[in-house]
């Protein structure tokens, strides 16, 4: 692996951290000289063990499963095909995504005036204030009522975008003077919500519209999902192509491709797969039956 410092890097959105699976701003990383394989200084540097204070044993690191399948993050609920930490303890089957698993506090988060402490109380959730989901991993703000859940504390504060030269940063704002519309999907893009804006060019993107919907997801591999192989690929095509499954356009940032069949979310793609299971099982058990 070799260390660059460079932070004036041409952006590409098909480079990003096999760790964390964010995209690669003007980071320092370290890339391999002989494939496409990255990672973020401070990825590199992980330790092989961690105490979170949401779980009560100790975590490691988890590689061999990276790129080719998939774990739900128990903190943000989020699914990722990165690095991920594992309990120790084999009866439980508690899995982090390396950012989430990385979070100390107190945190200090540009979305916010005061440092943010870490809550996990299952049996009582609250309101994360940018995204407005329920949650129980949470970060709550000593001195107001500001509720992060990781999901959101873990988003980058800054990133680039492929028709901006500049860098955006994530913007939160309590109160919003005005309108302000997404450049890619065009929509109302409320600060309230959490927003990727452009202070020189007045830019501004849905979260959603610069990373995409699974955040968390690397496109440009082969995961191993039940009975199926399935390609993940970026959806840069000049047309989209409609979802075998739900019949309507794939619109988000990445498609799933099984069989040649475009699939545009993991929600499609989980029914799917347990459709073809189903099928597989009837055939089996048809075939077993006419030869018994």
Not at 24 to 32: A, F, M, T, V
Not at 54 to 69: E, F, I, K, N, R
Not at 217 to 226: A, K, N, Q, W
Request: charge should be negative.
């Amino acid at each position: 692996m070799r260390l660059d410092e460079k932070t004036d890097r041409a952006f590409d959105e098909n480079n990003y951290c096999q760790a964390c699976t964010l995209p690669i701003c003007d980071d320092i990383i370290y890339s391999c000289i002989q494939c496409d394989f990255i990672l973020h200084k401070e990825c590199a540097q992980l330790p092989r063990k961690k105490h979170q204070v949401t779980h009560p044993h100790s975590l490691s690191l988890q590689v061999g499963h990276q790129g080719c399948a998939l774990f739900e993050c128990k903190a943000c609920l989020r699914s990722s095909n990165g690095f991920a930490y594992l309990c120790d303890e084999e009866d439980y089957e508690y899995m982090l995504d390396v950012c989430c698993a990385s979070i100390a506090e107190p945190l200090d988060h540009r979305c916010h005036q005061h440092p943010l402490f870490l809550t996990f109380e299952p049996r009582s959730k609250q309101i994360c204030s940018v995204c407005h989901k329920s949650r129980g991993h949470r970060l709550n703000c000593g001195e107001c009522g500001f509720v992060a859940c990781f999901g959101c504390a873990t988003l980058p504060n800054k990133l680039r975008y492929k028709h901006d030269e500049h860098v955006l940063l994530f913007s939160y704002e309590e109160e919003v003077n005005g309108q302000y519309f997404c450049e890619v999907c065009e929509k109302e893009a409320n600060p309230k919500n959490g927003v990727y804006m452009c202070h020189d060019c007045n830019v501004i993107l849905h979260i959603k519209c610069l990373l995409g919907k699974d955040v968390n997801i690397m496109h440009g591999v082969v995961i191993e999902y039940p009975e199926v192989d399935v390609s993940i690929l970026l959806n840069d095509r000049l047309s989209r192509n409609i979802c075998k499954c739900c019949d309507k356009l794939c619109k988000h940032k990445i498609v799933y491709e099984v069989s040649d069949f475009e699939i545009c979310s993991l929600k499609c793609l989980e029914f799917c797969c347990s459709i073809f299971y189903y099928v597989c099982l009837m055939f089996i058990f048809s075939f077993s039956m006419f030869y018994s």
